[in-house]
Structure formats: C-alpha cells, structure tokens
C-alpha cells in the first residue's frame, strides 16, 4: 500500500505542479479567456488514463493463465522502464520545470485553443498513463485488488491538496530535494515490480528458471504474516524468488540507485583572476 501511495503522490504531485503552472501563468497574464481550454485539456487526460487503467483490468481477465503471465510480466517491465526515465528527467528537470512550460505555453497561446488542449493534455496525460500502468502492475504483484488501489488513490489526494497549497502560496519545499529522495523510494519500489515481472514471464514459459530458486524463507517471513505482506506491499518482496529474479533485481537497483544519487556533473572551476596590468608611470 505504501508503494502504491507514494506512486500516487509522486506521479500526482507531477501533475498537479504542472497544472498549478499552466493555471497561474495565465491568471496573471491577465488570459483567464482561455483557461476552459487547458481545463478541457485536463479533463481529457485523465479520462484517457482511467479508460486506460480499466482496458488493462478488463482485458487481462479475459485471457489465458499463461496470456496473463505473459502480459503481466511484459506490461511490469514497460512500467519499470518509464518510471526509471520519469526520476531521472524529473530531477533533471525540476528547476527548470515553470520556465519550459511557460515556454509552451507561450507557443500554444501564438498557435489557438486546439494547441493549448493538446499542450495541457499531453503535460499531464503522460504522468496519468504511468500512473496507470504502473498501479495496474503493481496490483498483479500484490494480488490484492483494493489495499494497492487504496494507496494510489490516497496519494492522487494528498497531491491534489500539496498542488492546491502551492498556487495558494501556502507550501514551499525544496522540489529539487523532494523528487530526488521520492524518486529514489521510486527505484526500489521498480527493483521489486521488475522481480516479480520476470517471475511472471517464468511462469508464462517465456523464460526458463523458475524451479531454481535462489533461498526460501517462507518458514521465517511467512507471505500471509503481517510482516510479509508489508513487505510484499512495499517492496514486491517474495520470500522464495528465483536465482533470476534476485540478478535481475540486484542488476537493476544497485547501477540505477548509483546513478541515480551520484551528484550530477561536477562544478566549474573558477575562472582565473585577469593578470595585473602594470601601471604607466607618470610622464
């Protein structure tokens, strides 16, 4: 659950910020004309990743067990792989975030109400549909249907009410810090959901290994204990995983936590103070 809240948070806070932007650029550009065009925008988006989220629920269920591993674990790896570029990009780009959407902005407006739908429809239809997918594979891991649901909607809330805070004035945090501590959380959680897809595509017949397992501690950490199902709600912890997926898991988090955490570029050197000029002497 607590995975799926900070998914929640995290993906809706991205959203809710860029609306915040679009929204308060042009209030105080004096365009309040055209804001029921990024509200249609809006609007659109999330339709878009809701219908999205209940094509994967329904569809799914109406495929083989194999069809369903297979879909899954393919499904889980797509998700891993977006939000792994969405942390790395959102760090990148948190500072600068205002400035390239007013950019846009400022293009959409030049161009019509059609480009500024499409411009605040695509700004959040793109965090609606990772939130979709990536609340769709973690409820398969989970194999619990509401408690997953519960967290991410739980999350979606408290972005919208951080959201609202911030064009109110009433919030303010350091964003840079704040997407890079959640965005590492992000990649642990993402560690967990690739395991648990490519034991999917184990059991779906796609890749060998499943019957070698790397250790069991069911016995010690039992999967219906309320530590093991924190555990596994959190981090898609399996007490008996496959020898693959404990490579895969370690493959992923330990080179992308790194990167992830390491300071980006390092600093500029100071420039070199000019050299003193010697003066003229005095005719």
């Given at each position: 659950?607590?995975?799926?809240?900070l998914i929640g948070l995290r993906?809706?806070?991205?959203?809710?910020?860029?609306?915040?932007?679009?929204?308060?650029?042009?209030?105080?550009?004096?365009?309040?004309?055209?804001?029921?065009?990024?509200?249609?925008?809006?609007?659109?988006?999330?339709?878009?990743?809701?219908?999205?989220?209940?094509?994967?629920?329904?569809?799914?269920?109406?495929?083989?067990?194999?069809?369903?591993?297979?879909?899954?674990g393919s499904l889980s790896i797509?998700?891993?792989?977006?939000?792994?570029?969405?942390?790395?990009?959102?760090?990148?780009?948190?500072?600068?975030?205002?400035?390239?959407?007013?950019?846009?902005?400022?293009?959409?407006?030049?161009?019509?109400?059609?480009?500024?739908?499409?411009?605040?429809?695509?700004?959040?239809?793109?965090?609606?549909?990772?939130?979709?997918?990536?609340?769709?594979?973690?409820?398969?891991?989970?194999?619990?249907?509401?408690?997953?649901?519960?967290?991410?909607?739980?999350?979606?809330?408290?972005?919208?009410?951080?959201?609202?805070?911030?064009?109110?004035?009433?919030?303010?945090?350091?964003?840079?810090?704040?997407?890079?501590?959640?965005?590492?959380?992000?990649?642990?959680?993402?560690?967990?959901?690739?395991?648990?897809?490519?034991?999917?595509?184990?059991?779906?017949?796609?890749?060998?290994?499943?019957?070698?397992?790397?250790?069991?501690?069911?016995?010690?950490?039992?999967?219906?204990?309320?530590?093991?199902?924190?555990?596994?709600?959190?981090?898609?912890?399996?007490?008996?995983?496959?020898?693959?997926?404990?490579?895969?898991?370690?493959?992923?988090?330990?080179?992308?936590?790194?990167?992830?955490?390491?300071?980006?570029?390092?600093?500029?050197?100071?420039?070199?103070?000019?050299?003193?000029?010697?003066?003229?002497?005095?005719?």
């Open positions: 659950m607590f995975g799926n809240y993906e809706g806070l991205e959203a809710s910020l860029v609306v915040c932007i679009l929204i308060a650029y042009l209030v105080k550009t004096g365009r309040r004309d055209r804001l029921a065009p990024v509200w249609a925008g809006i609007a659109a988006a999330v339709v878009l990743s809701m219908a999205f989220g209940a094509v994967l629920q329904y569809g799914s269920t109406q495929l083989s067990f194999e069809a369903q591993e297979a879909l899954g797509v998700a891993v792989g977006l939000v792994t570029w969405m942390v790395f990009w959102m760090r990148r780009t948190a500072r600068h975030l205002k400035t390239e959407l007013h950019g846009k902005l400022d293009a959409a407006l030049a161009m019509g109400t059609f480009a500024l739908v499409v411009t605040a429809f695509l700004a959040v239809g793109r965090e609606g549909l990772e939130t979709a997918l990536f609340i769709w594979t973690a409820v398969q891991a989970t194999s619990d249907g509401v408690r997953p649901l519960v967290g991410a909607v739980l999350g979606l809330l408290t972005s919208v009410v951080l959201g609202w805070m911030f064009y109110r004035g009433a919030l303010k945090i350091n964003l840079a810090k704040f997407f890079t501590w959640t965005g590492a959380m992000l990649v642990v959680v993402a560690a967990g959901v690739l395991a648990y897809g490519v034991h999917d595509l184990q059991e779906a017949g796609w890749i060998p290994g499943l019957t070698s397992q790397a250790f069991d501690i069911s016995s010690t950490v039992p999967k219906d204990s309320w530590y093991g199902t924190l555990l596994k709600g959190v981090f898609n912890f399996q007490p008996d995983p496959t020898v693959l997926q404990v490579s895969v898991w370690a493959a992923y988090l330990v080179p992308t936590l790194f990167l992830f955490l390491r300071k980006s570029g390092t600093p500029a050197p100071k420039p070199a103070p000019a050299p003193a000029t010697a003066e003229k002497p005095a005719a």
